[in-house]
């Protein structure tokens, strides 16, 4: 075997503890001292090793939505949908893809009580076989704010007090009283689904407007929602989650990986509201605003699969730490809007990331694609994929690198949105007036 190509494993085959090296190691029980009774010597290898490696075991948490808990398993189609969507994994009834999720609440740190009043994130990761999509939903159908400048405001907020380390509640209502938009996801937080019972429990939604693209390349608005097939349930009272949350810290991760581990395996029902972007004026709302609703008698709820988690993850840190979610990756059929948070969201989630694990962070097994990908971005710190190409760049005579056939709806010229049919996607239009007016 070429020893470059080796991928480190996590198995133990000769039950032998050895150095990070592969050295054995003859003993684990006791630093190498010069007498005795010490003092250490620094020669001990694996004692500076194992302790310096100790000493580097957390990386920086998310800074919102740091406390979650995880599972596998599959999203399956259930409907046709191809009149909206070329997407691969949305090819027909019957099409499984493999997916991780990851359930969180906001506003508080890793270790943090999973009993608190806030929203609750609901992020999935489909691995299809044309790169992943990433949908990261919050358990309420609206957010607080509508532009993505506030975002770094709100939360603030909701943190605790810089001096004392304290969530207070005047410094939220300080800040939502200047947001009339706010006012909708306040009734959501501190209406009875502010608490949810657990992550199984618990409706899901994109928030954001994104846009599905058919074959045709005609585009339509989407908003997305996921309903949880055993039904939803809250904590209702402040007293049952005190009592809950001062049991168990971490009750709603312990409920999702007793509930798959017993093989009672959580489902949501996946379904989509369709707009037509050319009949957006008939709406007395702005299609783009996630402060708001679209009205389910106007805009039915339409279903497309089922979400089913029948997998714990392997390791925590792995598969919860190192995961990392993006709105900005979308595969072919599915796109962002001009929705303004949305946009934000698309340069917030990867520019955190590469902060947070390491401008390679998507050749972590948990977020690599698993189909094949390929492109020029080389090198970089913790580049852990063996490549043997002598051409590392585009255009070559001698690498046969080509670029993808143009995506329907998204134009062959670089940045060519998508979006209103017929417009650039950046002229104004009644609602981009009534926006930047309201700003
Ligand atoms: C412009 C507005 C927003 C910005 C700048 C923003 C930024 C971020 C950042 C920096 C993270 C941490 C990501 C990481 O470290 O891996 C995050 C996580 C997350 N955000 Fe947002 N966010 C915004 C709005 C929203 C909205 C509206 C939703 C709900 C639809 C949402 C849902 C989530 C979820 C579910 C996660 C956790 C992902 C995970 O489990 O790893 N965010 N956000």
Same mark, same amino acid.
């Given at each position: ?14 039950? #032998? ?12 029980n ?9 003092p250490?010597?620094?020669e ?29 398993? *599959? ?5 046709d949908?191809? %009149?909206?969507?070329?997407? %691969? ?6 099409a499984?893809?493999?997916?991780? #999720? ?19 994130g ?16 919050n358990? *309420?159908?609206?957010?607080?704010? !509508? ?21 207070e509640?005047?410094? #939220?209502?300080?800040?939502?009283s ?11 937080? *501190? ?21 599905f ?15 949880? =097939? ?16 001062g ?10 990986y ?6 009672? *395996? ?16 008939q ?14 008698d ?7 699969? &089922?979400?089913?988690?029948? &997998? ?21 059929g599915?796109?962002?809007s ?6 934000? &969201? ?16 998507l050749?972590?097994? #948990? ?5 094949a ?30 670029q ?24 104004? =239009? ?7 007016? !309201?700003?």
């Open positions: 075997m070429d020893p470059t190509k080796f991928r480190p494993s996590s198995s133990h085959d000769g039950g #032998v503890t050895t150095t990070n090296a592969g050295a054995p190691v003859w003993n684990d006791e630093a190498l001292t010069v007498g005795p009774r010490g250490i010597l620094l001990d290898y694996h004692l500076i090793e194992k302790v310096a490696h100790f000493a580097r075991e957390r990386i920086p948490e998310r800074v919102v939505h740091a406390r979650g808990a995880s599972a596998k398993g *599959f999203f399956e189609c259930t409907h949908v191809s %009149d909206l969507t070329c997407a %691969d994994f949305l090819r027909g009834p019957g499984r893809t493999p997916v991780i #999720v990851r359930f969180s609440t906001v506003i508080h740190e890793r270790g943090s009580p999973e009993t608190i009043r806030d929203p609750r609901f992020a999935v990761k489909f691995y299809t076989r044309e790169g992943n999509w990433d949908l990261l939903g358990n *309420f159908p609206v957010f607080f704010i !509508r532009d993505g400048i506030k975002f770094p405001d709100v939360i603030h907020a909701f943190k605790p007090n810089p001096r004392s380390h304290v969530q509640y005047w410094r #939220v209502f300080d800040f939502l200047h947001h009339p938009e706010s006012l909708h996801t306040f009734f959501f937080l *501190f209406d009875d689904v502010g608490v949810p019972a657990d992550y199984r429990h618990m409706e899901g939604f994109g928030v954001n407007t994104y846009t693209v058919n074959k045709a390349g005609k585009a339509s608005y989407v908003k997305f929602h996921w309903k949880p =097939t055993c039904g939803v349930r809250c904590i209702r009272t402040d007293e049952e989650a005190a009592l809950v949350g049991r168990n810290h971490s009750h709603a991760t312990q409920d999702l007793d509930s798959i581990a017993a093989g009672s *395996f959580p489902e949501w029902q996946l379904l989509v509201q369709v707009m037509d972007p050319d009949t957006e004026d709406y007395d709302f702005d299609p783009l605003d996630d402060t708001k609703t679209w009205p389910e106007l805009l039915p709820l339409r279903p497309v699969g &089922r979400l089913v988690l029948d &997998r714990n993850v392997d390791n925590f840190f792995n598969e919860n730490e190192q995961l990392a979610f993006g709105p900005g990756l979308v595969v072919p599915i796109y962002y001009d929705d303004k948070m949305l946009q934000c &969201r698309v340069f917030a989630y990867a520019d955190t990331q590469r902060y947070r694990l390491g401008p390679n962070y050749m972590l097994p #948990v977020n690599a694609p698993r189909c990908h390929h492109n020029n971005h080389y090198d970089g710190a913790m580049n852990f994929m063996h490549r043997d190409e002598e051409v590392d760049y585009y255009p070559s005579r001698h690498a046969p690198l080509r993808a056939p143009p995506v329907p709806g998204r134009g062959t010229g670089p940045g060519t949105p998508t979006g209103r049919s017929g417009s650039s996607g950046g002229s104004p =239009t009644r609602w981009g007036t009534q926006r930047s007016a !309201r700003s």
